[in-house]
């Protein structure tokens, strides 16, 4: 299912539109309906406060919401804030405004009032912060790197030798929220591992190209212990394609744009095909065209480029990024949004046919959360 662009989407997140819907409207009615139980003074301060969101908002689109993400986090922080008022305009319902005689028998209560409505609107204001702040510490948070170990006999075609020892990194989209402690482990993880061939599956940034730099020591790294080839993902074309060959190019990384190459070494003989994206105009994989099915390993950001192939074309094994295993795993639900066929998961998949390792990736798309989908490298070892 796709819901406002989303591929994969789980059916429950329909149930987000009228959620929106009665976050909105929840205030309004509340304040027209309960006015009496409100009481004069906290209707109107209730009114202000509502009337303060939209001007608020207006100024924080226009001094930072330039691009996706901010944008992103800009109407997060706008539902957060109203979800607050709601709440605080709730349970003033449930506990009504005093008569004023009884104000003046009980002193106390209009001090803990103004207490009550001031925590309010600071919660409020906080609520619209949330952009500044999460922004502002981009690569702090750090999440464990898992790393997830697949063993696969080869196809008996293939030439024989000895294990092919292989490692898939992927999404690492720098410039939102990458904690610089993933790319530690994933490094540790891939040295411990001591691969032959190190394969980057695309989405180097997810914006803006400077953020690259980030990742620059890590790519250097990285092609000191194994050649390692790259292809780009969609976020790498929204900016240009050209530039990000050229970054993987000047650390080290073999980009692989519709291209073959031979691995071959005492693990016998393999070839690696690196797809264009799918979202690409050009969507041909010549690459494929003459190769050894038997003993070739595909590498595509997007596992569509997989599924979309005609079964006389089919590699022996692809290897795929993009869904970051669905970044957010429901028990019983699975994956909110998926970004590809729902049924791929992270680790081995044997869909329709085709043998699919897909990586959870190291960054984060969307939201800088996380549930029961870790980020991972994943080690291959081909025997």
């Known amino acids: 299912m796709n819901i406002l662009g989303f591929h994969g989407a789980h ?42 969101v939209p001007v608020a908002a207006l100024v924080a689109f226009a001094l930072g919401a330039h691009d996706w993400i901010s ?19 709730a349970l003033a319902v449930l506990r009504p405004a005093r008569a004023s005689g009884a104000s003046a028998i009980t002193p106390g209560h209009d001090g803990s009032r103004r207490r009550f409505l001031a925590l309010g609107t600071m919660a409020a204001a906080g609520s619209l912060a949330v952009v500044p702040v999460l922004r502002g ?31 898939l990194i992927t999404d690492l989209h720098a410039g939102f929220f990458l904690p ?30 400077e953020a690259a730099a980030q990742t620059a020591p890590f790519f250097k790294a990285l092609a000191s212990v194994a050649p390692v ?22 650390n080290g990384v073999i980009p692989l744009r519709d291209r073959r190459v031979d691995l071959a070494g005492p693990w016998g003989r393999f070839q690696l095909c690196g797809s264009r994206d799918f979202w690409e105009p050009d969507r041909r994989m010549t690459c494929l065209d003459g ?62 046919g085709r043998r699919i390792v897909l990586s959870a990736g190291l960054g984060f798309a969307g939201l800088p959360i996380r549930l029961d989908c870790p980020p991972d490298v994943t080690n291959m070892v081909v025997l």
Do not use: M
């Open 229 to 250: 080839y790259a292809v780009l993902g969609n976020h790498d074309c929204y900016i240009d394609p050209g530039v990000v060959t050229a970054f993987h190019q000047g």
């Open 71 to 89: 944008r992103l986090f800009f109407y997060l922080s706008l539902l957060a804030t109203l979800t607050t008022l709601d709440v605080l305009l």
């Open 291 to 352: 190769a050894d099915l038997d003993s070739t390993l595909l590498l595509a950001h997007n596992p569509q480029k997989v599924l979309g192939l005609p079964a006389s074309r089919l590699p022996w094994l692809s290897l795929v990024g993009h869904t970051h295993g669905g970044q957010i795993r429901l028990p019983l639900l699975g994956p909110l949004v998926n970004q590809a066929d729902r049924r791929l998961g992270p680790g081995l998949n044997e869909l329709d």
């Open 180 to 209: 610089d402690a993933n790319l530690e482990q994933a490094l540790a993880l891939v040295r411990g591992f001591g691969p032959d061939v190190i394969v980057f599956g695309g989405d180097l940034v997810e914006y803006h190209l």
């Open 137 to 167: 510490g981009e690569g702090e948070a750090a999440t464990q790197v898992i790393e997830r170990r697949i063993e696969l006999p080869r196809s008996p075609k293939a030439a024989p030798g000895r294990p092919l020892r292989l490692s």
């Open 11 to 52: 059916p429950v997140l329909l149930l987000a539109f009228p959620l929106i819907l009665a976050i909105v409207l929840a205030g309004p009615v509340l304040l027209w309906r309960c006015r009496a139980r409100l009481g004069r003074d906290r209707h109107r301060l209730f009114i202000r406060l509502y009337c303060a």
